[in-house]
């Protein structure tokens, strides 16, 4: 019999170390698995939190100092086990529903501020203390990260790669003996320790998931120049990247230090679709749904069919909590397996600023992925002659602003989905794109198998296909919104259009003055006198580099507009607007559809009553001048003047550009 349970033991590991998670539970019973689930989760925690933390404080993370950490040292309940065998319906998201009681987190983000002016001194927030060259780590007040040493500058013992595995074969991480676990623990262990670049993959996930920045670089540094191991691109890290993303603490760091540290056949251009079809812009628009909307899962994708939760959402893009904070630890353990709905709020400018800096990184560089590359979400498959059909980015992108609009939080603007479409437009994404669309099922209603359903649309016809019905019952918000959304599509349309045929006839060197009337309907929106002017930004003087769309004048005032809101404004209390009244969703709609300037010029230069608002000298795409990294700008290269309220030093991450990570 012990032969037999050997063995046993033995297949199971090896079903684990090959992935087979969901043959492994069925070869479980109940409370095998619930070990098993409890195992795993608390050696992800001792992983993440080994990671997130490497370089300062307790060099070894034990059940103990993990528990006492992430539950702000009150009692810990039982195992969480039950979060993963039992659904969870809506009505039971309340934490007020269960027995465990733990305060849900702030309504109020958290925010990241780059710069790089040496002349520029913030006011100082409190640091961890000097280096000690081996305090002990029992004089750490383990709940109060200020009083933690960094490690000596001769660096850690071991490397984090040595030390997850070191903590898998000792089994500190965990109150589940080695002996009661049903798979051999010890065969994991031996085979991760034997595959260095599996083990270096384990700790890259880590690092990105708890975006410890740090620690990242420093796995990557051996692969500047070189392939990094193909375990590497196996754990998908851009969309890794996209899925933790954190605007509160880390921004796009983590995002561009991979586009900037992994080439070859790593880089983002080859890796940007991982196995399940998503694109790392897919994934970016599932992170905002999860983060911001009550959506099922399973409605994005086929991928996510019997996910009962989003991947990733133990970490807020607005950095409000994180895997180890308390009351994520507590909801877990009570069972729930869903963040609340009381929980979210609207997308924020915290989450758009980090989306939007995660584009730029993504597209402004030579090795950006093809930007109108098809997405794999929302794919659906006509009932009647069979065709698989899928959508295009900005198909995509409408398809996020809806559920946004429809399954959102209270006080949704849609101003993220503007910001997020202006940034994919300025960098080269085409409206005119048209695709097959089973509209019925991207919107959530129901088909039939009678006949073919499905329309050749672009994205902004596949706006108009949405019911009146629908649009007229959000709020009115939401309603402008949506249609500044439809009329930057359809202007950037016609700009196209009416840009196309000027490069015609220059090329057959017609006079153009000739034809004016068979395209006076079309007005780009450039002022008097611009229209034939080239873009002067030095963006476009990069060798190899073509991916900035530059004929909408309009457009690049609205991109610069869109920075400049971000950069100087949040929300400071709960009482407090989501947009600040300096950016004005009516003007934007009325300057598209009028052709008319003004509400452009009031937008960048401010009315009378906008005291000091003045942006600087931006270029027809909208990129700002004199940027030390172009895309980036910070809030001192976009406006003239200091009339931001990020002034809170508390809820503020301060980001220092590196000078490697520059163009």
Not at 288 to 302: G, M, N, R
């Amino acid at each position: 019999m012990q032969l037999i349970r050997k063995k046993l033991l033995l297949d199971r590991a090896k079903l684990f170390i090959e992935g087979r998670n969901q043959d492994l539970m069925a070869q479980m019973a109940g409370d095998e698995r619930k070990s098993t689930i409890t195992w795993l989760h608390d050696f992800w925690m001792y992983s993440f939190m080994t990671a997130k933390y490497w370089g300062r404080g307790p060099k070894t993370w034990t059940l103990g100092l993990i528990n006492f950490k992430s539950f702000a040292g009150n009692p810990v309940p039982s195992t969480p086990g039950q979060t993963i065998e039992q659904g969870q319906g809506e009505e039971s998201l309340s934490p007020s529903g269960s027995s465990l009681s733990f305060k849900a987190p702030t309504q109020l983000c958290r925010w990241a501020i780059h710069y790089d002016d040496p002349e520029i001194v913030y006011d100082s927030i409190p640091s961890p203390p000097p280096t000690a060259q081996e305090e002990p780590e029992e004089q750490f007040d383990i709940d109060d990260e200020s009083t933690w040493s960094q490690w000596p500058k001769s660096g850690a013992s071991q490397s984090l790669s040595a030390t997850i595995a070191q903590g898998l074969r000792e089994n500190v991480f965990t109150a589940v003996h080695e002996e009661s676990l049903p798979m051999a623990a010890g065969l994991i262990a031996n085979t991760i320790e034997k595959s260095a670049d599996e083990l270096q993959a384990e700790a890259l996930g880590f690092a990105i998931m708890s975006r410890n920045v740090d620690v990242l670089r420093d796995i990557l540094s051996p692969y500047r120049r070189k392939d990094a191991p193909k375990a590497f691109s196996a754990i998908s890290p851009f969309h890794l990247a996209a899925q933790y993303l954190d605007g509160g603490k880390t921004c796009c760091s983590i995002m561009k230090t991979l586009v900037w540290k992994l080439g070859g056949r790593s880089s983002i251009g080859l890796n940007y679709v991982n196995d399940s079809g998503h694109t790392v812009l897919d994934t970016l628009f599932v992170t905002i749904l999860k983060a911001h909307t009550t959506v099922p899962p399973h409605i994005l994708s086929d991928a996510f069919i019997d996910q009962a939760r989003y991947p990733g959402q133990e970490v807020d893009p607005c950095g409000r909590w994180d895997a180890d904070s308390p009351c994520i630890r507590q909801l877990y353990a009570s069972g729930k397996q869903k963040i609340p709905r009381g929980w979210k709020h609207m997308f924020c400018h915290t989450s758009v600023q980090a989306v939007c800096h995660c584009l730029s990184t993504i597209f402004l560089t030579t090795k950006r992925p093809r930007i109108d590359t098809p997405s794999g979400l929302f794919t659906s498959r006509c009932r009647c002659c069979g065709l698989k059909l899928s959508i295009g980015p900005l198909h995509a992108l409408i398809l996020t602003a809806f559920y946004l609009a429809c399954y959102g939080c209270p006080g949704e603007t849609l101003f993220g989905m503007v910001s997020c479409l202006a940034c994919l437009l300025v960098y080269d994404a085409d409206p005119n794109v048209a695709v097959e669309v089973l509209v019925p099922a991207v919107l959530g209603m129901d088909t039939t198998d009678d006949e073919c359903q499905h329309l050749r649309l672009n994205a902004a016809e596949l706006a108009l296909r949405v019911p009146p019905e629908m649009v007229n019952s959000w709020k009115l918000e939401i309603r402008q919104g949506w249609n500044v959304l439809i009329a930057i599509l359809q202007h950037n349309i016609e700009a196209r259009s009416k840009s196309m045929i000027h490069e015609h006839q220059k090329a057959i060197g017609s006079d153009t003055s000739a034809d004016v009337s068979n395209t006076a309907s079309v007005d780009t929106g450039f002022s008097e006198g611009e229209d034939d002017e080239d873009c002067r930004h030095e963006v476009h003087n990069y060798a190899g580099f073509e991916g900035i769309y530059c004929e909408n004048q309009q457009l690049g005032h609205l991109w610069a507009v869109i920075q400049a809101e971000l950069l100087t404004y949040r929300r400071l209390a709960e009482h407090d607007p989501w947009l600040s009244s300096r950016f004005n969703m009516a003007n934007i709609v009325n300057g598209l559809r009028k052709r008319d300037d003004t509400y452009f010029d009031q937008l960048v230069s401010g009315t009378e009553d906008m005291e000091g608002y003045r942006l600087n000298d931006h270029s027809r795409c909208g990129f700002f001048f004199d940027t030390a990294e172009e895309g980036l700008a910070t809030r001192q290269e976009a406006c003239k003047s200091y009339y931001a309220n990020l002034d809170d030093w508390k809820r503020t991450t301060f980001i220092e550009r590196r000078e490697e990570e520059w163009y």
